[in-house]
C-alpha cells in the first residue's frame, strides 16, 4: 500500500517562527517508520505545496496528517485535496491539536481521527485498511470518527508506560528537504524526541493535557542509536520538558560521552530544575548542552504566581546563574499580560540586558490556548476562535490599558532590540555567522514578521474560514 503523510502549512495569519524556522516534522517521520512494509512518501507543505502534484505522482491509498492549532484549516484542506482527487482514499489525522479537539475536525473529508500518542493506532489502521475486506476501525482504541454530522469515539487507547514501542524515525523521507531545514541561526538541524508529557500544573500550557500530566520517556539506548544516524549538527529535543528524570538524562549523557557524539544541543527546562539539579547540567554543557529554553515567564513574583508556575523570581536568578557558569545560553519565554504598558515592557527588556547569558528573548501575548483549563476559564472573553492566529503571537483576550495596536507596536519595537542583542550575544556579525547560506531566508521572514505585527490587530476579527466548517 502507498501511504503519503502531510505535514500541513501553518496558516496564512500565523506569524513568528513561521517565518523563522523550518524544521523537520518528526512525528511523520516517526509514523513513516511504524509501517516499513509499506511505500511511504512525505510531503512537507512548509517547503513545497504541491500537493496536487504529490497526490498524481504517488497515488496513494492513504493520506495521513498531523496538526496543530495554526493548522487546523490547512489539514482538513489536505483531506479536501485528497478526497477530491480519489475519494476512496483513506484520511487519517492525528497530531496535537486533534487530541486536544478533535471536534474541530468533524469533517466529511476525515475518515480517522488518531487521539493521543499515535503510533500503535495508525499501525492498526493502516493493517485493517490493507485487508479491504473490514473498513470499519470501531474496535480500535484512541479514535474519533466523523460519521453524519458527528464523530464516534472508540475505546480511548491507554498511555503506554514508556515510548519504547515507537519505531526510530525515517529521516530518508525528508532527504529531498533536510538541506533547508534551519532554526533561527542554525542551519545544520534535526530533531529527536525523548520523551513526551510534563507533569506540571501551569495553567497556560497545553502540554500537560495532551498526556494528563504524565511523563513518558524513551531509553537512553534507543536515543543513542537514533542519535549515531542523524548528520547534523545542531539536536533540537522535541520534548515538553527533558530534564524532569534526571537519573535518565544522567544514563543518556554516559552513554552519548561513551559513544563518542559530538553535537550541540537544544533542549526545554524549568528553572527549579536547574536549581535542583546543577550536576546534570554541568555535565551535560561538557557534551554540547549550548542552550535551553525555558519559561521565566515575569519579573516579578506577583505575576509568576498568577499563571500556577510554582517558581520564582529567586529560582530563576539562581538558575541563570548555574547556567552561565557552565557555558549554557538560555532562551527566556516572558508572557505579554493583556494589561501590560511600555513600562512594563522596559522592565523585560532592563532585565535582560543584565543578564549576558540570555541570548534570546520571547515575548509571547498570554494565549487561552484550546483544550486547556485556561481557555474554558476565559471562554467568554476570547475575542476570536480564528484558529490560525494561535501562534503565541497574537492577543486572543482583550487588552486593558493599552489598545492591541499599541501593543504589538511595542513588541515590534522590542523585538528588535531583542535581534540587535542577539547578534551581539551570538557574534553573528563574524563571517562564519552571517555567511550562512539560509541567513537571506532568515533576514527576510524576520523584516516580514515585523511587517505583519503592524497589522496584527486586524487579524483576530477575521472570520473563521467557511469552506472547513
Request: hydrophobic share 40%; charged share 25%.
Amino acid at each position: 500500500m502507498r501511504i503519503l503523510l502531510v505535514n500541513p502549512p501553518s496558516g496564512d495569519l500565523t506569524v513568528g517562527l513561521k517565518y523563522l524556522a523550518k524544521v523537520e516534522p518528526l512525528g511523520l517521520e516517526i509514523i513513516g517508520g511504524a509501517v516499513p512494509e509499506h511505500e511511504v512518501d512525505l510531503l512537507d507543505m512548509e517547503l513545497d505545496t504541491d500537493l496536487d502534484g504529490a497526490l498524481k505522482r504517488f497515488n496513494p491509498d492513504i493520506v495521513g496528517a498531523s496538526a496543530q492549532v495554526v493548522q487546523t484549516y490547512t489539514a482538513q484542506r489536505v483531506f479536501r485535496t485528497a478526497k477530491a482527487f480519489n475519494d476512496r482514499i483513506l484520511t487519517v489525522l492525528g497530531g496535537h491539536h486533534a487530541t486536544l479537539c478533535p471536534e474541530e475536525f468533524n469533517s466529511p473529508y476525515i475518515d480517522v481521527i488518531v487521539i493521543g500518542e499515535g503510533v500503535p493506532a495508525f499501525r492498526e489502521i493502516v493493517a485493517r485498511w490493507a485487508q479491504r475486506q473490514v473498513v470499519e476501525f470501531e474496535d480500535i482504541q484512541g479514535l474519533g470518527l466523523p460519521r453524519d454530522g458527528h464523530i464516534h469515539f472508540t475505546e480511548p487507547r491507554p498511555f503506554p508506560a514508556n515510548l519504547d514501542h515507537m519505531p526510530q524515525p525515517k529521516r530518508s523521507l525528508t532527504d529531498k528537504y533536510r538541506s533547508r531545514y534551519y532554526y533561527l541561526f542554525e542551519n545544520s538541524v534535526a530533531s529527536i524526541q525523548t520523551s513526551l508529557g510534563c507533569t506540571f500544573p501551569c495553567n497556560f500550557c497545553s502540554c500537560q493535557h495532551f498526556t494528563n500530566r504524565r511523563f513518558i520517556t524513551r531509553s537512553p539506548e534507543l536515543i543513542v542509536e537514533d542519535l549515531k544516524t542523524i548528520r547534523e549538527d545542531f539536536i533540537m529535543f522535541c520534548d515538553d520538558h527533558t530534564f524532569i528524570d534526571v537519573k535518565r538524562m544522567e544514563r543518556l549523557h554516559d552513554l552519548i560521552a561513551a559513544a563518542g557524539i559530538k553535537k550541540r544541543y537544544f533542549a526545554y527546562t524549568r528553572t527549579d530544575c536547574v536549581v535542583k539539579n546543577p550536576e546534570i547540567f554541568a555535565k551535560w554543557s561538557k557534551i554540547g548542552l549550548m542552550m535551553v529554553m525555558t519559561g521565566l515567564e515575569a519579573i516579578d513574583d506577583t505575576r509568576i504566581n498568577e499563571i500556577n508556575k510554582k517558581t520564582s523570581i529567586e529560582i530563576n536568578e539562581k538558575a541563570i546563574q548555574i547556567l552561565a557558569q557552565n557555558g549554557i545560553a538560555l532562551s527566556a519565554g516572558f508572557l505579554v499580560m493583556p494589561d501590560y504598558t511600555e513600562a512594563d515592557f522596559q522592565r523585560i527588556d532592563s532585565y535582560v540586558r543584565k543578564h549576558p547569558n540570555i541570548a534570546l528573548t520571547e515575548l509571547t501575548p498570554l494565549t487561552p490556548l484550546p483544550g486547556t483549563g485556561f481557555h474554558r476559564e476565559m471562554r467568554e472573553k476570547v475575542t476570536t476562535h480564528h484558529r490560525e492566529v494561535y501562534d503565541l503571537a497574537h492577543f486572543v483576550i482583550p487588552t486593558t490599558k493599552l489598545s492591541q495596536a499599541e501593543m504589538y507596536r511595542l513588541i515590534q519595537k522590542y523585538y528588535f532590540r531583542v535581534v540587535l542583542r542577539a547578534i551581539r550575544r551570538f557574534k553573528l556579525y563574524r563571517p562564519r555567522a552571517a555567511l550562512k547560506r539560509h541567513i537571506p531566508q532568515l533576514l527576510l521572514g524576520a523584516m516580514r514578521n515585523s511587517r505583519l505585527i503592524k497589522n496584527m490587530h486586524m487579524n483576530t476579527s477575521a472570520p473563521v474560514p467557511t469552506d472547513v466548517v
